[in-house]
T-cell receptor
Framework: EDQVTQSPEALRLQEGESSSLNCSYT??????LFWYRQDPGKGPEFLFT???AGEEKEKERLKATLTKKESFLHITAPKPEDSATYLC??????????????FGRGTSLIVHP | NAGVTQTPKFRVLKTGQSMTLLCAQD?????MYWYRQDPGMGLRLIHY???????AKGEVPDGYNVSRLKKQNFLLGLESAAPSQTSVYFC????????????FGPGTRLTVT
């Protein structure tokens, strides 16, 4: 069973059509949850880190939120340049853990003009 | 700062050949990682290092070896390449243990025929 599950696998939006991406996790004791953006043919690029339930962070049209079981990446009025794959990674903070983040499989977002 | 760089960017190998992928970072990070990314599988950790002279196995270590002789470099070796190792390989680094984000290189696209 995956520790980190992202949904949907793919999402197509029209420009300006707001939506949310989901990242659910099952680790015990969250140390940090990370969101990355990956453009085709490039390496992932860091967006946000969330540490505790209730925390929110924003960057331009993106807002990330965190609960005890999942995180959402809200995209408000998206533009075609927001098209990318969005990856979620979770770092477990339980005693004896290696502190190595576990990645979800990503959500591929396409925003049509 | 160049960040994380990877050499080469592309490579085609024949089954049974060997090669080494080089990763370099100029951010003085302690942690370095090697991932492979395959369609529908997300990022899977091959090996990682928590400091100069250390290495540890990740999720999919078979068929790969690594070395971290210098803090800024992390080498990934394939001793006898197999078609199943056709993938895109990403190197990443992070500051230290704890909820620190990872910085990724641009990737190496490897094809084994």
């Amino acid at each position: 069973e995956d520790q980190v599950t992202q949904s949907p696998e793919a999402l197509r939006l029209q420009e300006g059509e707001s939506s949310s991406l989901n990242c659910s996790y099952t680790v015990s004791g969250l140390r940090g949850l990370f969101w990355y953006r990956q453009d085709p043919g490039k390496g992932p690029e860091f967006l946000f880190t969330l540490y505790s339930a209730g925390e929110e962070k924003e960057k331009e049209r993106l807002k990330a939120t965190l609960t005890k079981k999942e995180s959402f990446l809200h995209i408000t009025a998206p533009k075609p340049e927001d098209s990318a794959t969005y990856l979620c990674a979770v770092q477990e903070g339980a005693s004896g853990g290696s502190y190595i983040p576990t990645f979800g499989r990503g959500t591929s977002l396409i925003v049509h003009p | 700062n160049a960040g994380v760089t990877q050499t080469p960017k592309f490579r085609v190998l024949k089954t049974g050949q060997s090669m080494t992928l080089l990763c370099a970072q100029d951010m003085n990070h302690e942690y370095m990682y090697w991932y492979r990314q395959d369609p529908g599988m997300g990022l899977r950790l091959i090996h990682y290092s928590v400091g100069e002279g250390t290495t540890a196995k990740g999720e999919v270590p078979d068929g790969y070896n690594v070395s971290r002789l210098k803090k800024q470099n992390f080498l990934l070796g394939l001793e006898s390449a197999a078609p199943s190792q056709t993938s895109v390989y990403f190197c990443a680094s992070s500051y230290m243990v704890g909820a620190y984000e990872q910085y990724f290189g641009p990737g190496t696209r490897l094809t084994v025929t």
